[in-house]
């Protein structure tokens, strides 16, 4: 096996050396004195991959430096050459090895530690920059030809240019990185959200002010310029530190790409400033990020607490079912055992008395039947929930009230909704008419139920509408209408299974399917208008900790 793995193992680390050193040769031609990729390369692949492939990338390093620095000794010099072959990811590995030994940059597969990151980038620049100045100081021109100018401004020209670079590779890559690791539904990045908010919000945005920069003179170059990171600012609130870094890369190549001189003093004060915007947006970006998730790790919490009340419910609903089954089947034993005695009795037994008996039989089976009825319709059981509204308990408890009844069924989707969704809305259903019956007589009773599909979740609405007896409530004939209403709304609780929950108590129930309760009661009429969505069993919810 070790025979088999070495080659694989060299072939990885001959592949990772010449990569590296064929993309420093790329960014390195593309780069200018103010923008230099190449430290963002750096940085970018000592954060992200392991410490043994760290020799193969010194060496992937190595390979065009030191080509460099030898063909142009003849120039510069021994001294200059001996220095300029030196690689800068040697001190830079010094670097990040103690970041990484002291922190984790990728804290899990969506956060990052930025400031890690930024704190990495800054020391990487300012190491560059003094090896910068020690190659720049070891030149020797020939004679009669003046030594390169050394001071404050070039150094901190030095320093910009690494740091820039450095931030316009380092963040997007680790960002992309970051993305096709999390992401598992087969989507491309390029079809994404981000993708595309970077294309309309951030890409277009910055080829227009390019063109203005182009068209423009003066002082106003510099204002175009400046205003290149506004697309960052309203990618950055939308997407986090994945949009700044995105979008301070597009911005940074807008900049550099408006420079017409070499060292162009405008554009080197404009990448300063595209350079702090940057940080600090991703600073931010991070913050955001981070509070983003906390507050989508509280609303999964939420939802697995409904979810864990949702499916209380339902199986409190299959026990009131039991318990149904089973007093409807003690209630037949108990009618074949009466009558297996009375045959055993019949002789001995007066007539009145059998019949009496068999009476009082009779009574108590109705009266199990009714109590399982009201535990548990049987209607419902059969026919569903519609059937049960129109013609069962629901529909006898309202003419028993004395008042007409009609429902009215619209929409889609109502057999499709889960069983417990089903079953709340029938329990809701008898709490809210038995409300409406408390608050005195009725006349007519109007159900009205509608079903429906929107954003991937289905819902139903149920209406509930009442409209007042038209009764004098000053004269002796109101008080025992009043009185005889009463014993109907209590009758009617019983016959419903109902348990007089208030409005209160009804909306609490509604929340938990994440609906929601209206009240609406004048002189005429009594109103109550309930929202119920489909059960979260139903639909995919994806329950990360707060912690991911």
């Given at each position: 096996?070790?025979e088999v793995l070495a080659p694989r193992a060299w072939g990885r ?437 509608r079903g429906g599909h929107t954003h991937g979740r289905r819902w ?89």
């Amino acid at each position: 096996m070790g025979e088999v793995l070495a080659p694989r193992a060299w072939g990885r680390h001959v592949a990772v050396c010449l990569g590296y050193a064929l993309s420093y040769v790329l960014l390195r031609h593309v780069s200018v004195s103010h923008w230099n990729l190449p430290a963002g390369l750096r940085v970018t692949c000592l954060l992200l991959l392991p410490y043994r492939y760290w020799p193969a990338l010194l060496i992937g390093e190595c390979i065009p430096v030191d080509y460099h620095a030898w063909h142009c000794m003849d120039d510069f010099g021994w001294r200059w050459s001996a220095l300029a072959a030196i690689p800068p990811l040697l001190p830079l590995m010094a670097v990040v090895a103690w970041a990484r030994r002291h922190a984790r940059l990728l804290q899990d597969r969506y956060r990052i530690n930025m400031p890690m990151l930024l704190g990495v980038i800054l020391a990487g620049a300012v190491v560059t920059a003094i090896d910068d100045v020690f190659v720049v100081m070891a030149v020797q021109m020939p004679v009669g030809q003046p030594a390169p100018m050394l001071d404050a401004q070039v150094i901190f020209g030095y320093f910009m240019g690494n740091y820039l670079g450095a931030l316009a590779i380092a963040p997007t890559v680790i960002a992309i990185h970051l993305a096709r690791s999390g992401k598992h539904d087969g989507e491309p990045l390029w079809r994404s959200r981000l993708a595309k908010d970077t294309v309309i919000g951030v890409l277009t945005p910055l080829l227009v002010l390019m063109g203005l920069v182009f068209s423009s003179q003066g002082d106003s170059m510099q204002v175009f310029r400046i205003a290149m990171f506004l697309p960052v600012v309203w990618l950055t609130s939308r997407h986090g530190w994945q949009g700044a870094a995105l979008g301070g890369t597009l911005a940074s190549i807008a900049v550099t790409m408006t420079s017409s001189i070499v060292r162009d003093p405008a554009v080197i004060q404009a990448q300063a400033l595209i350079a702090f915007a940057i940080t600090t947006l991703l600073m931010l970006g991070s913050r955001i990020a981070h509070q983003s998730q906390a507050s989508q790790a509280r609303h999964m919490d939420t939802l697995r607490g409904f979810q864990l009340a949702q499916q209380g419910l339902y199986l409190e609903e299959l026990r009131l079912r039991q318990a149904a089954d089973t007093l409807e089947h003690i209630g037949h034993t108990i009618r074949e055992n009466h009558n297996r005695l009375l045959d055993r009795l019949r002789h001995v037994l007066p007539s009145n008395e059998e019949r009496t008996y068999s009476r009082q039989v009779a009574l108590a089976q109705h009266e199990m039947h009714r109590l399982a009825n009201a535990l548990y319709p049987r209607g419902w059981r059969e026919r569903g929930v519609p059937a049960t509204l129109r013609e069962g308990p629901f529909a006898q408890a309202i003419h028993m009230a004395g008042a007409t009844y009609a429902c009215e069924l619209s929409g889609r989707g109502l057999s499709q909704l889960a069983p417990d969704v089903h079953m709340a809305l029938y329990r809701l259903a008898c709490e809210v008419l038995v409300h409406v019956l408390s608050r005195g007589p009725m006349q007519d009773i109007h159900l009205q139920l509608r079903g429906g599909h929107t954003h991937g979740r289905r819902w139903v609405v149920m209406r509930l509408t009442g409209r007042r007896a038209q009764v004098q409530s000053s004269t002796p004939e109101s008080d025992r209408l009043h009185a005889v209403d009463e014993a109907h709304w209590k009758q009617a609780m019983t016959l419903l299974g109902a348990s007089g929950l208030g409005i209160s108590s009804i909306r609490d129930r509604t929340h938990i399917y994440g609906g929601d309760v209206h009240l609406r009661e004048t002189a005429q009429q009594v109103s109550v208008t309930l929202l119920l969505h489909d059960s979260l069993r139903a639909s995919s919810v994806n329950h990360r900790s707060a912690s991911r």
